[in-house]
T-cell receptor, first 109, second 115 residues
């Protein structure tokens, strides 16, 4: 079967750095996405990785290792507005997105 | 209209009633999707359409139907609602399979409660 695993909840301090991990087992791989979802709102696109390595976009970076079936989202200089759920999703061989259950990130002052 | 809109925002429905959730996008995207999101679970694909005139079944299609008469609209119909269909429903759209990253963009969601 297909499976995306990520921690259910994480807590971090304002101004700090946090890494949210995602491991996957899917039938085929056509890219990995990270989305941010604030409570009661729609998911919004953060990043896309299809090749191994690190993609940096401002305070957010995303890393992919296809051989390990592993990705992480790195958030730097945490702000209170970063409190949200972070969703990992993999595009499989049918070009459909398989979604993890999301990681709820709590930022404390 | 900018992006994707969904209607209604929320709805309380009696079991056994028929309900259509509406979704419209103005980005001229080829592909559209319907997901449901339940607490503790990832987004689950109900139905999708890669282009106007075609539809396909996702992971959890039972009890739902869709149509794609044109590029912009992708309504989701519950023929006879049951309490297990209580969920938040998201519509999304993308350029289409094989078109670069083919990033999906989401509407604001419809919160549906079936009693």
């Amino acid at each position: 079967g297909q499976n995306i695993d990520q921690p259910t909840e994480m807590t971090a301090t304002e101004g700090a750095i946090v890494q949210i991990n995602c491991t996957y087992q899917t039938s085929g791989f056509n890219g990995l996405f990270w989305y941010q979802q604030h409570a009661g709102e729609a998911p919004t696109f953060l990043s896309y990785n299809v090749l191994d390595g690190l993609e940096e976009k401002g305070r957010f970076s995303s890393f992919l290792s296809r051989s390990k079936g592993y990705s992480y989202l790195l958030l730097k200089e945490l702000q209170m507005k970063d409190s949200a759920s972070y969703l990992c999703a993999v595009k499989d061989s049918n070009y459909q997105l398989i979604w993890g259950a999301g990681t709820k990130l709590i930022i404390k002052p | 209209i900018a992006g994707i809109t969904q209607a209604p925002t929320s709805q309380i429905l009696a079991a056994g009633r028929r309900m259509t959730l509406r979704c419209t996008q103005d980005m001229r995207h080829n592909a559209m999707y319907w997901y449901r999101q339940d607490l503790g679970l990832g987004l689950r694909l109900i139905h999708y359409s890669n282009t106007a005139g075609t539809t396909g079944k996702g992971e959890v299609p039972d009890g739902y139907s869709v149509s794609r008469a044109n590029t912009d609209d992708f309504p989701l119909t519950l023929a006879s609602a049951v309490p297990s269909q209580t969920s938040v429903y998201f519509c999304a759209s993308s350029a289409g399979p094989g078109q670069g990253a083919d990033t999906q963009y989401f509407g604001p969601g419809t919160r549906l409660t079936v009693l």
